[in-house]
T-cell receptor
């Protein structure tokens, strides 16, 4: 069964600290993996997209890694800011019909 | 370039009422999708369209209908609303490719409450 599992479910960190969010998936065949940021009351916004051959992708203070062999990805946030408080969703796109599989998200709260 | 626009943003319906949610995109995307998001769950695909005049069922299609009469618009209809359809609905669009550049663009959502 194609699934995307994220951990932790929620996370609280202090402003300026780093954190890492995890994503494990069983989707096969695999096309690409995306990390989205969803602010409360808004739609998801893409942070990074990685294909099978890419191991690391950065977008400012966000760095995503992908291990296609172990089917694991992580999103590392450096020097967190209050505006990083949001839900971070891991999404895997399968090769069959391009269907998306969504994780339930990690709710990140950054405290001052 | 507005991206993906959803209307309305909020709506309260009584059980049994009908309504239509409108999604419009101005990026000339071929694919369009309707998702629902419920607390503690990932987004679930309701229906999708791979081009003008075509629609297909997703994971949770029951109780919903869709139409794609124009490439830029994708309508989601509820014929007889039920409390179980209380949710936040997101529309998304994308190009037809599967490479990394073919990202999805999401609308800002419609919060629907059925009482």
């Amino acid at each position: 069964k194609n699934q995307v599992e994220q951990s932790p479910q929620s996370l609280i960190i202090l402003e300026g600290k780093n954190c890492t969010l995890q994503c494990n998936y069983t989707v096969s065949p695999f096309s690409n993996l995306r990390w989205y940021k969803q602010d409360t009351g808004r739609g998801p916004v893409s942070l990074t997209i990685m294909t099978f051959s890419e191991n690391t992708k950065s977008n400012g203070r966000y760095t995503a890694t992908l291990d296609a062999d172990t089917k694991q990805s992580s999103l590392h946030i450096t020097a967190s800011q209050l505006s990083d408080s949001a839900s971070y969703i891991c999404v895997v796109r399968g090769s069959t019909l391009g269907r998306l599989y969504f994780g339930r998200g990690t709710q990140l709260t950054v405290w001052p | 370039n507005a991206g993906v626009t959803q209307t309305p943003k909020f709506r309260v319906l009584k059980t049994g009422q009908s309504m239509t949610l409108l999604c419009a995109q101005d990026m000339n995307h071929e694919y369009m999708y309707w998702y629902r998001q419920d607390p503690g769950m990932g987004l679930r695909l309701i229906h999708y369209s791979v081009g003008e005049g075509t629609t297909a069922k997703g994971e949770v299609p029951d109780g919903y209908n869709v139409s794609r009469l124009k490439k830029q618009n994708f309508l989601l209809g509820l014929e007889s609303a039920a409390p179980s359809q209380t949710s936040v609905y997101f529309c998304a669009s994308s190009y037809s490719g599967t490479g990394r550049s073919y990202g999805y663009t999401f609308g800002s959502g419609t919060r629907l409450t059925v009482v």
